[in-house]
Nanobody
Framework: QVRLVESGGGLVQAGGSLRLSCAAS????????VGWYRQAPGRQREPVASISSGDITNYVDSVKGRFTISRDNAKNTVYLQMNSLKPEDTAVYYC??????????WGQGTQVTVSS
């Protein structure tokens, strides 16, 4: 049974940093595309960052230069380092992989709240 567990969120002041983690069981992140997504209140879930099977990273323009996605294959975990946080980064953050999204699976997410 697949399970994705996001953690590391919290309340932080603008300009601060957080490191999100996404640990997987029943699914292997290694050599596979994984993305971080976020959903702010009243808004649709949107992609934030991704790492390809070849470890090529991609970011939405609003987080470029501030967020970094990485993975630790030994721990089957993907990370999102978030620096210079802004109030508009406030959202629930999720990680996921295409085949899991297609099946309708999402983890519980982790709340990030950035105060001004």
């Amino acid at each position: 049974q697949v399970r994705l567990v996001e953690s590391g969120g919290g309340l932080v002041q603008a300009g601060g940093s957080l490191r999100l983690s996404c640990a997987a069981s029943g699914y292997t992140f290694s050599n596979r595309f994984v993305g971080w997504y976020r959903q702010a209140p009243g808004r649709q879930r949107e992609p934030v960052a991704s790492i390809s099977s070849g470890d090529i990273t991609n970011y939405v323009d609003s987080v470029k230069g501030r967020f970094t996605i990485s993975r630790d294959n030994a721990k089957n975990t993907v990370y999102l380092q978030m620096n210079s946080l802004k109030p508009e980064d406030t959202a629930v953050y999720y990680c996921n992989a295409p085949i899991l999204i297609t099946s309708g699976y999402w983890g519980q997410g982790t709340q990030v709240t950035v105060s001004s």
